[in-house]
C-alpha cells in the first residue's frame, strides 16, 4: 500500500522546509498544532526521510497515535520505496498499530465534513473520492499532513498511458482498467454536474478528471474494509507493504481503547502474522484471492511467482435462451449470476463451480427437460510465448515488466487449461452420460444397458 510514495510538492502551500531541533509550528484546520521534535531522533536515517514523512510521524504521536517511547515501528527507506520497520524484536499476532476511528478516511467522515450533506445518494468510494479530492486542493486542510505523503500516482494500470496500456492488448487487465475508468469518468461527469458546479463556495478550487482519478486511485490501493463494514482509508497503517511471504489475511480486530491523553475511541488494530525481528521490515498480505492482474490494477505491482499467473474467464447466459430464467436461477442458487467471473490459476485444476456454470449454460433443447447440467468440451487455441523472451533479456521498465508478466501468466493458464480439457475430453467415453445415471437412480436401466418406461422391478416377467 505504501509502495512507490512521491513527494514532489504539488504546490507552495505544501512545500515542507527540514525539520530541525526546534519546535516546528503548524496549523491544522484552523488550529495551531505545536509539534515538539525532542523526539525525532529515532527517524534519523541516511539519506533523510522526507520532511512531509517526519511531519506526519509527529502528527501521528501528537494526536496519540504513536508514542515515541513504545512505538515498535518507525518509517524507513525499503526497496519497495518506503516501509515500516521493526524497533525491537515483534512476536507474532503481537498488535503493532492502533488507529482510532477519528482519523479513520470513510463515509462517516464525509458525512460528518462542509460537503457530508451533498453526498448523501453517493456511493460510498465516490464520497470518500470527492472528499479525497477536495480536501488534496484545500492549504489548510485538517487532513494536509496524511495526503502530503500520499504518492502522486502508483503503478496502478488506472494511471497508465494509452501506449502503455497497448502492452495489455489481449489480456483481460485492459479490459477491466477501461472499463474501470470509464465507470469513475461517468460518476465524476454527474457529481461535477450536480454537486461540484452548483456549489462553488464549497468547490473554490477547480476539480479535473485526473484530481478524481487520483483518489479513486489512493482508495483502490489503500481502503480497508474487512473489519470496519465500510470502506476506509487508515493513516499510518497503510505504509505496511505487501509480501507473498505472508500467509495469513487475520492481520487485523477492532476494539474500544485509549485514543489519546484523554479520549476512548474504537481503535483499528493491525497485528504482525509472524515473528519478525529488530531491523526487519514488517509486512501484511494484500489479498491471498487476488491474482497478478487485481495485483497490477489494484497497487501496481505484480508477483514473480506462478501461483498468482490467472487467466479470468467471463461466461454469461443469453437473455436469447430459451431457458435463460431457468438457467439463471440455477446459477443464483449456487452464488453466480448471468454472467459470471472465474479466475483460472497456474498449476491449479478448474474450479467445480466453473465447469458447473458451463454444464448449466451448455444444456440444449433435447436435455432441457432434466434441468440437470451437461458438460460440452471446448478446447483453446495453442498461444506461442513471446514474452518469455522480453522476461530473459530483461531492462523492460516497471511498467511494461508488469504488462510482460500478466500476458505470459494468462498464456501460460490457457495452455494449462487447454491441456486439461484434453485429457477430459480423452476419458469422454469412460464417463456415465448423466441421462443413464438418472435413468439408473429411477430404476429405469437394465442389467445390460436396457432401458425401460417403468422401473425394472415393476416390469412382469414373461
Not at 92 to 101: K, Q, Y
Not at 429 to 455: H, M, N, S, T, W
Request: include cysteine; hydrophobic fraction near 40%; aromatic fraction near 12%.
Amino acid at each position: 500500500m505504501s509502495t512507490l510514495f512521491s513527494f514532489s510538492p504539488r504546490s507552495p502551500h505544501n512545500a515542507f522546509l527540514p525539520l530541525t531541533r526546534q519546535r516546528l509550528r503548524q496549523r491544522r484546520g484552523g488550529l495551531l498544532v505545536r509539534f515538539s521534535l525532542a523526539s525525532l531522533d529515532f527517524l534519523d536515517s541516511d539519506p533523510p526521510l522526507p520532511p512531509a514523512v517526519q511531519t506526519f510521524w509527529k502528527w501521528m504521536t501528537e494526536e496519540g497515535v504513536i508514542s515515541s517511547s513504545t512505538c515498535p515501528l518507525k518509517p524507513a527507506y525499503v526497496p519497495e520505496g518506503l516501509g515500516l520497520i521493526a524497533r525491537r524484536d515483534i512476536a507474532e499476532d503481537e498488535i503493532i498499530l492502533r488507529v482510532p476511528r477519528r482519523l479513520w478516511v470513510n463515509p462517516d467522515t464525509v458525512a460528518a465534513s462542509e460537503i457530508g450533506y451533498l453526498c448523501t445518494d453517493l456511493k460510498p468510494w465516490a464520497q470518500v473520492s470527492l472528499f479525497l479530492t477536495r480536501e488534496r486542493l484545500r492549504p489548510n486542510s485538517s487532513w494536509r499532513f496524511y495526503i502530503d505523503i500520499l504518492p502522486e500516482k502508483t503503478n496502478s494500470t488506472i494511471y497508465w498511458s494509452e501506449e502503455e496500456l497497448a502492452e495489455l492488448k489481449g489480456t483481460l487487465l485492459l479490459r477491466m482498467t477501461k472499463e474501470m475508468k470509464e465507470y469513475v469518468k461517468s460518476e465524476f461527469l454527474k457529481i461535477e454536474q450536480e454537486i461540484i458546479r452548483p456549489n462553488k463556495e464549497l468547490f473554490p478550487s477547480s476539480i479535473t478528471l485526473d484530481d478524481f482519478y487520483w483518489a479513486f486511485g489512493m482508495i483502490r490501493s489503500r481502503a480497508f474494509s474487512r473489519l470496519t463494514g465500510q470502506l476506509a482509508m487508515l493513516p499510518l497503517v497503510d505504509f505496511i507493504n505487501h509480501s507473498s511471504k505472508i500467509t495469513r489475511e487475520d492481520n487485523a480486530e477492532e476494539m474500544n481503547g485509549p485514543a489519546g491523553l484523554f479520549s476512548w475511541d474504537l481503535l483499528f488494530c493491525l497485528k504482525s502474522t509472524i515473528p519478525v525481528k529488530e531491523g526487519e521490515q514488517v509486512f501484511i498480505q494484500y489479498g491471498l484471492k487476488k491474482n497478478n492482474a487485481d495485483l497490477a490494477l489494484y497497487y501496481g505491482f505484480v508477483e514473480r511467482n506462478s501461483a498468482r499467473d490467472a487467466y479470468t474467464f467471463t461466461f454469461s447466459i443469453p437473455e436469447s435462451d430459451p431457458y435463460y430464467g431457468d438457467k439463471v436461477e440455477i446459477a443464483k442458487e449456487n452464488d453466480l449470476d448471468e454472467t459470471a467471473y472465474f479466475d483460472v490459476f497456474m498449476d491449479r485444476p478448474i474450479t467445480q463451480a466453473m465447469l458447473q456454470y458451463l454444464r448449466v449454460a451448455a444444456i440444449q433443447q433435447t436435455d432441457a427437460f432434466l434441468l440437470e447440467p451437461v458438460f460440452k468440451s471446448s478446447i483453446w487455441a495453442t498461444v506461442e510465448l513471446p514474452d518469455q523472451k522480453l522476461l530473459e533479456v530483461g531492462n523492460l521498465g516497471e511498467r511494461l515488466d508488469i504488462a510482460v508478466r500478466v500476458r505470459l501468466g494468462g498464456k501460460l493458464v490457457l495452455q494449462q487449461i487447454q491441456l486439461e480439457f484434453k485429457e477430459r475430453q480423452l476419458k469422454l467415453d469412460a464417463f456415465e452420460y448423466y441421462q443413464e445415471r438418472r435413468f439408473k437412480e429411477l430404476g429405469l436401466v437394465g442389467d445390460i444397458g436396457e432401458i425401460y418406461c417403468q422401473p425394472k422391478d415393476s416390469v412382469p416377467s414373461v
